[in-house]
């Protein structure tokens, strides 16, 4: 039989958190390279291969083309067959891209590396979302710690790149993101299988427990899923161009107006990407409580006063500032959005990623396109200003878009978390697993779900000085060594050392000095979060009262 249906399930019933939970640590291993990839490749291109603009612009054009091609057939097959075996093989294929760069002596090489990478892309990603899509009737907050793991890993390798590649060279960045999407694929491969209801006598061909799944109607049942989620693919492809062009038009402007380095681009962009990561779980718990609309147009209305914002923004490191309101917009809208594309889908999440995942980079491409005439036939301020109406646009479209799918506004509160026990400490290893929830099924009455009161302001403000306390002991140390950016930033220009740090020339030297840099972004981040939290809860106590 052709489908994901195990030949031998593993039984235990912590298997699924256990797949889930392995399925995010491999997210977060391939998010990295993915992100450093973008951000390198053309800077790789030209002072390696002395490759033109024109090639330079191919060798991109290339793996995104294969990647918008594959999406959809990627999504039929994580459909088909196991999808953990999908997604490792995307990132093996992602692992032998990297490798293909780092051996690549020439164009058609590269070009080569970057086809292999894109198809790596579309398999692993698709995969991975179908994957995590299985936990959602029982747990809302999937797809917020998706999120949260692929920034981790982004922010991570990000930095990790920047401080190694003076080191190491391009070459030895491209052999690092090599091993890690190997250590990836043995993550996805060692995960348990998919655990499905056992189906009822009966069940029509093509069904979850049915007989058989051909090719034949796997490929035209893509067609209908892409019909059914029509209205939220059109929202996605303009809000995704409205981003990817005022992001596009941002690292522009900070190349070309402040003269920054690519360093220091990539720390202005650094605080957002943290921001997501931290803030993605947290924001999951106000759409349970306002709804998935609301927060959608809330999150617009975020995005959009970023993008009027950067009109009038006098350095980048009000960016950076502005940057984290955007982050935090995103870490709300990526996770609503995916949620109501596998809600959606049912049973057909894998072709339900692969269309959205196809709107997402026609969104992009799109926006990339724009961004460019804009910046060349417009003024700065006109082009922020236009970015943010089209981005303000996306609060009516995308909560329309919503409703008409037909999936629920407010999704159920997730379970309390508890650990995942380990497989070889399993108690009863052979008792039958709990049928998981039928599709459209009410899983607030089949799933206990303890709720967990809310943290006081005395509890959060004690996290907040607990985290205090051990980053100012780190902070000591990082002085008596001679690495520390904050006395560095209080004795030096404030401005440079804040976007690139100071004196460290060695890469492996900055590391000390880059980490306690990334530690205070985080700091100030849980702050300001702490302190939104306290204010919270007192209009909250307010309005009881």
Request: aromatic letters at 6%; one cysteine or more; charged letters at 15%.
């Amino acid at each position: 039989m052709i489908g994901d249906l195990p030949a031998e399930t593993t039984k235990s019933p912590a298997a699924p958190r256990r797949r889930e939970q392995r399925t995010l640590y491999a997210a977060a291993f391939t998010n990295g390279p993915n992100e450093l990839f973008d951000f390198i490749l053309p800077l790789w291109a030209g002072a390696a291969l002395g490759l033109s603009a024109t090639e330079v612009g191919i060798l991109m054009a290339v793996e995104m083309a294969l990647s918008v091609i594959a999406r959809p057939i990627a999504g039929v097959l994580a459909d088909l067959f196991e999808r953990r075996y999908v997604a490792a093989t995307g990132a093996i294929l992602y692992a032998a891209s990297a490798a293909g760069y780092a051996l690549a002596h020439d164009a058609p090489f590269a070009y080569a590396a970057a086809a292999v990478g894109g198809v790596g892309g579309a398999l692993l990603w698709v995969a991975v979302r179908a994957i995590i899509s299985e936990r959602l009737a029982e747990d809302s907050a999937v797809f917020p710690r998706l999120l949260a793991s692929q920034e981790t890993g982004s922010w991570v390798a990000f930095v990790a790149g920047m401080v190694l590649i003076g080191e190491i060279g391009f070459d030895g960045v491209f052999w690092l993101c090599a091993g890690a999407c190997l250590l990836a694929a043995v993550l996805l491969l060692s995960s348990p299988r998919r655990q499905v209801p056992r189906a009822p006598r009966g069940t029509p061909a093509g069904e979850p427990g049915g007989e058989e799944v051909t090719a034949g109607s796997a490929i035209a049942g893509l067609g209908a899923v892409g019909r059914r989620l029509r209205p939220m693919l059109i929202a996605v492809v303009v809000t995704m161009a409205a981003e990817a062009a005022i992001s596009l038009l941002l690292l522009m402007h900070l190349q070309r107006e402040f003269d920054l380095e690519v360093i220091q681009v990539a720390y202005v962009f650094l605080p957002g990407a943290i921001a997501m990561s931290v803030a993605a779980e947290r924001l999951h718990t106000y759409v349970v409580r306002f709804g998935r609309t609301r927060i959608l147009m809330c999150a617009s209305f975020a995005s959009a006063a970023f993008a009027a914002g950067l009109a009038w923004a006098p350095n980048p490191v009000v960016i950076a500032a502005l940057w984290i309101l955007s982050g935090l917009a995103w870490a709300a809208v990526i996770p609503i959005q995916q949620a109501v594309i596998a809600e959606a889908s049912g049973e057909h999440a894998g072709r339900g990623m692969g269309v959205y995942e196809s709107a997402n980079l026609l969104g992009a491409l799109v926006g990339a396109l724009a961004a460019g005439v804009l910046y060349d036939g417009a003024d700065w301020t006109v082009a922020c200003l236009g970015a943010a109406v089209l981005i303000l646009a996306g609060s009516v479209v995308v909560p329309r878009a919503v409703r008409r799918l037909g999936v629920a506004d407010v999704p159920p509160p997730p379970p309390e978390r508890e650990p995942v026990p380990d497989p070889e400490l399993d108690p009863d290893p052979d008792s039958d697993p709990e049928p998981l929830p039928k599709p459209g099924a009410d899983v607030t009455k089949s799933t206990p779900v303890r709720d967990e009161p809310p943290k006081t302001r005395q509890q959060v403000l004690r996290e907040l000085g607990r985290h205090a306390v051990v980053f100012a002991v780190a902070q000591v140390v990082l002085l008596l060594l001679g690495l520390s950016w904050l006395y560095d930033l209080a004795t030096e220009d404030s401005v440079d050392v804040l976007l690139h740090g100071a004196g460290q020339e060695s890469g492996f030297a900055r590391v000390g000095e880059d980490g306690g840099k990334i530690w205070t972004f985080v700091l100030v981040v849980h702050a300001l979060w702490a302190g939104a939290k306290c204010l919270a809860t007192g209009l909250g106590r307010d309005g009881r009262d």
